[in-house]
């Protein structure tokens, strides 16, 4: 065994370990603990990378000595340290990316909590992904749920605690219905780790015996899952969550946490749950028919709210529905969509949630379409970040959402004829809307206010005048150096990459979700 | 079927009691009755998993008397899940419960309903404030 064979392991640990030593550090000195660990797993996920796609061979990789049955295990192909390697990425820049607005928004004594929450979400995130048994994976969702809550109501303001309140409820039921699931998964075949679990489950689909079972087993776990990655009929939480935390926490929320049970559902349903041999149980179908309805639902919903966080928050649900749209087509073709949409609509959604907040800044704390009037004259780089991610959402060549829609639409050609028909359809109308809404923020923030009007935002947002009872309050925040930039530059700059470069991602998704079975 | 019910009682207890508590989460407005809701639900996995652990008229997995082979003991991984399960109910329910004595202490209510309408009235009030400032820009 290589020492890069260690790394994934070195990286979980890593970052719990540096959760629990920031307990003692102060809130800055926790920020920088933090940012290191998110770099150090970031290019250690890159060596994992280039050794599994090298060797283009996965491994799994015992812990505590005890062979398969009776230990713990993780197993590790390209896929799983190219996603590791992206989600430790987007962390680290939309960290970057919000970093004066952590210091604006939550309390000096409980900054350092905040990084621990962060730590603590960037541990479990890698564990779902890397891990190898089913329990484990239930009780690193419970982890990553509490983080993601601490992470939401960190902002220390009434309406946060709501929100927090609303995604609790919903995630615990996501993770009760999967805990029951996993019980029965376990009940009926005696197995918790996942490559045992998958032989017993299909012998027990070849004898014909326990379908009720087996279809309530799928039913469960995919729905548990899907209440808590937020698809579509379940996604009531997603705007209050996402709408009120501090920028850094909204983006990672957004882009990372929902993602990482996707990944999860993906592996279950590749890699233990037998999808195909169970004709009753209709489960892709299902998955197909809410992602197509959440792409559109989501997406009218983001037209009729005023509020750009907000907007920016339901598009996450109409995306998320592209997600599940292209699990649910059934075929290889359609999960590697899904799985590269899962990369490049993390990217989008960080950068759209940071270049926002820039906005919002230099416009007195205005959220509504009228506050923000020719923001982008105000704040450029957050304009021009805000200008990358809409067109990149609505699918413009050369950015990684175009690539990642083009996927959805060849894969859907694979696919049964209906399907076919009702995906293009939806990929259509879906792209017609997010065109609506994004081009007419896009207009809006490149839409003049003359002169006097602008020098009197920028002044009330920058120094302490009193144009507006709400830049009081905002004015403080904005003696911001150049870092945030560099958070909402590097995305950009990721965005154009994916979209030009794609071909090398595809690439190891395909070798790697081949590994995958 | 009837005595199906009747030979695996605690699974249907179980399943019962999930329910109960599920909805409890779900649909009642009183923070304090969700958390209970909550407990209930995770409890009933818990009856659950103990009930599919138990083997009948076998002992609890404790190496004593030099008994090493394993036809005695009932199945152990259960009762370990069981163990891991109850730690994290344990967190999340006291997240909740900080949660719900935020919102106590920020709205003097625990219905969750009232909260809601509470929050709604400020936020009209704070757009009333807005869009009378951005009239007084036009000026």
């Known amino acids: 065994m290589t020492l890069v064979q260690n790394f994934p392991f070195f990286c979980i640990i890593l970052s719990m370990f540096s959760a629990i030593i920031s307990f003692v ?95 603590l979400l960037l541990a479990s995130l890698l564990a779902l992904i890397y891990t190898n048994d089913l329990f484990t994976a239930y009780v690193f969702i419970e982890i990553c749920t509490i983080a993601a809550c601490g992470l939401i109501m960190a902002r220390k303001i009434g309406r946060v605690y709501v929100s927090a309140v609303r995604y609790m409820v919903m995630s615990l039921i996501g993770s ?20 045992p679990a998958r032989i017993a489950l299909q012998k027990i ?70 999808y195909k041999s169970i004709p009753g149980a209709q489960m892709e179908n ?6 197509v309805v959440g792409m559109i639902i989501g997406s009218v919903d983001a037209i009729k709210d005023k509020n750009i966080r907000r907007m920016i928050s339901y598009s996450s649900v109409a995306q998320i529905g592209y997600i599940y749209m292209g699990i649910g087509l059934g075929n290889n073709a359609g999960a590697d969509a899904a799985l590269f949409h899962v990369i490049s609509h993390g990217l989008m959604k960080s950068l759209l949630f940071l270049a926002a907040t820039g906005l919002i ?55 049964p004829i209906y399907k076919m028909i009702i995906a293009w359809t939806a990929l259509a109308i879906s792209t017609v809307l997010n065109a609506v809404y994004f081009m007419r923020m896009v ?4 839409t003049p206010v003359g002169a006097v009007k602008a020098s009197r935002l920028k002044r009330g947002a920058q120094t302490d005048i009193e144009i507006k009872p709400e830049s009081g309050e905002k004015a403080a925040m904005l003696q911001k150096g150049p870092l945030e930039n560099i958070g909402i530059i590097g995305i950009s700059a990721l965005i154009i990459m994916l979209g030009t470069y794609s071909q090398v991602i595809i690439d190891i998704i395909r070798n790697g979700f081949a590994l995958f079975d | 079927m009837v005595s199906t019910f009747f030979t695996n009682y605690e699974e249907v207890a179980s399943c019962i009691l999930f329910v109960i508590g599920m909805m ?47 036809v005695n003991y009932i199945n152990p991984v259960p009762s370990g899940l069981v163990l891991t399960g109850i730690v ?5 329910s006291a997240l909740m419960m900080a949660l719900t004595i935020n919102l106590y202490r920020e709205y003097s209510t625990l219905n969750l309903d009232e909260i809601m309408m509470k929050l709604r009235q400020e936020e009209t009030e704070k757009l009333g404030r807005l869009t009378y400032g951005a009239v007084e820009d036009e000026e």
């Open chain 1, 25 to 119: 550090l102060s809130g800055r000195q926790a920020k920088i603990v933090h940012l290191a660990m998110t770099g150090l797993v970031f290019v250690m996920s890159l060596f994992v990378l280039q050794y599994t796609y090298m060797t283009g061979s996965s491994y799994t990789y015992m812990m505590g000595h005890y062979p398969a049955p009776w230990g713990n295990e993780i197993r590790i192909g390209a896929l799983e340290s190219l996603m590791a390697a992206a989600f430790s990425l987007i962390m680290l820049l939309s960290v970057i990316g919000g970093i004066y607005h952590i210091d604006k928004d939550i309390d000096k004594e409980r900054q350092g909590l905040f990084f621990i929450q962060l730590d």
């Open chain 1, 176 to 195: 009760g219905l999967f805990l029951i699931g996993l019980s029965l998964l376990y009940a009926i075949t005696g197995q918790l780790l996942m490559s």
């Open chain 1, 205 to 274: 689909a070849d004898t014909g015996q326990y379908e009720v079972p087996m279809a309530v087993i799928m039913v469960l776990l995919t729905v548990g899952l899907g209440i808590k990655s937020g698809l579509y009929p379940f996604h009531t939480w997603i705007p209050d969550a996402y709408g009120y935390s501090t920028t850094s926490a909204s983006a990672i929320l957004s882009s990372l946490v929902s993602k990482g049970y996707i990944f999860l559902l993906i592996k279950l349903i590749v890699r233990v749950l037998p």
């Open chain 1, 286 to 291: 299902i998955l197909f028919l809410f992602g």
């Open chain 1, 361 to 415: 800044d230099c416009s007195g704390g205005r959220l509504d379409r009228k506050g923000l009037t020719g923001a982008g004259y105000r704040n450029k780089v957050a304009g021009v970040g805000f200008t990358i991610g809409s067109l990149s959402m609505i699918g413009m060549p050369l950015l990684a959402g175009f690539v990642s829609k083009f996927m959805f639409a060849s894969a859907a050609t694979s696919a």
């Open chain 1, 443 to 446: 207009l809006v923030i490149y």
């Open chain 2, 24 to 70: 409890n989460l779900l649909l009642q407005p009183n923070l304090i009755k969700k958390i209970i809701g909550l407990d209930i639900m995770d409890c009933s996995v818990y009856l659950f998993l103990a009930a599919k652990g138990y083997i009948e008229g076998r002992h609890a997995p404790i190496y004593v008397d030099g008994v090493t082979d394993a």
């Open chain 2, 88 to 92: 994290v109910s344990v967190s999340v």
